[in-house]
């Protein structure tokens, strides 16, 4: 098993910026990767960036330039740098792991809200 717990969510204006970090515990060196994915009201949760266990990362397209994923030399904890941030990225912001061999994320941690609002 593996447990994850989000933090550094909050109130931002447009334009702003936010770092959101996910610590990892338990079975860690079973994770190929880890990400975050964001839910907005009356939507689907989405996939916004990963990292896998050797550094690649990868981004949602609407996020590309603005959003950083990183991580320091351990697995864990992971970050998301949220640079000039728009409305339209309000949304809990959860972060997921995936193990060896699985398609999707097979833990989850708890969320964290993220508004972007004057």
């Known amino acids: 098993q593996v447990q994850l717990v989000e933090s550094g969510g909050g109130l931002v204006q447009p334009g702003g910026s936010l770092r959101l970090s996910c610590a990892a515990s338990g079975s860690i060196l079973s994770i190929i990767s880890m990400g975050w994915y964001r839910q907005a009201p009356g939507k689907q949760r989405e996939f916004v960036a990963t990292i896998t266990s050797g550094g690649s990362t990868t981004y949602a397209d609407s996020v590309k330039g603005r959003f950083t994923i990183s991580r320091d030399n351990a697995r864990t904890p992971i970050y998301l740098q949220m640079n000039s941030l728009k409305p339209e990225d309000t949304a809990v912001y959860y972060c997921?792991?995936?193990?060896?061999?699985?398609?999707?994320?097979?833990?989850w941690g708890q969320g964290t809200q993220v508004t972007v609002s004057s």
């Open positions: 997921g792991a995936r193990r060896i061999g699985a398609i999707v994320p097979n833990y």
